[in-house]
């Protein structure tokens, strides 16, 4: 690893899943030459912690993740796009549903109607997107809302647009 010149790297990706050892042993080796940031993916929680405890400063399950996003995806079958935000909340990409074309934001009052925040609208017949759109912004048919709530509020609100 020195003799690639790792020791002079700012950070590394440790991207070994299949063989535990190798995996935990060139995460210990980086740390051990210097590299501030190692990145290292695991394939089990078990594993995940023995990588943190070598010293991996982030730990990543793909995997894991890209489970969890077809499930949320087989669930909400309007959902587009699925990304975890905090525990308890996540952001969501979400087909404009009947009730909301033809109706601005602020006639829908999603925050005070279901707590979800509008974050942006990508519009897909002007291939634009409107980051943080005013309530004056109507939606249009084929609009995908870009939202961030409580999960059992976008639970509630894809589950009411099924």
Excluded at 73 to 89: A, C, K, Q, S
Excluded at 110 to 128: D, F, P, S, T, W
């Amino acid at each position: 690893m020195e003799a690639l010149g790792l020791n002079r790297m700012d950070a590394a990706v440790v991207c070994i899943g299949s063989n535990l050892s190798d995996s935990i042993l060139a995460t210990l080796n980086l740390k051990d030459l210097g590299v501030n940031r190692v990145l290292a993916k695991a394939i089990s929680d078990d594993h995940g912690r023995i990588l943190a405890k070598t010293g991996a400063s982030e730990v990543f399950f793909p995997e894991k993740d890209r489970a969890f996003y077809l499930a949320e995806h087989l669930h909400n079958t309007n959902m587009i796009e699925y990304i975890p935000f905090l525990e308890g909340y996540r952001i969501i990409e979400l087909a404009a549903f009947k009730e909301s074309v033809g109706r601005s934001l602020k006639e829908l009052d999603m925050i005070n109607r279901h707590g979800v925040q509008v974050l942006a609208v990508r519009e897909a017949a002007a291939g634009r997107l409107t980051m943080v759109p005013t309530g004056r912004y109507v939606v249009k048919d084929g609009d995908i809302l870009i939202l961030l709530g409580p999960n059992n509020a976008l639970d509630t609100l894809c589950e009411k647009e099924r």
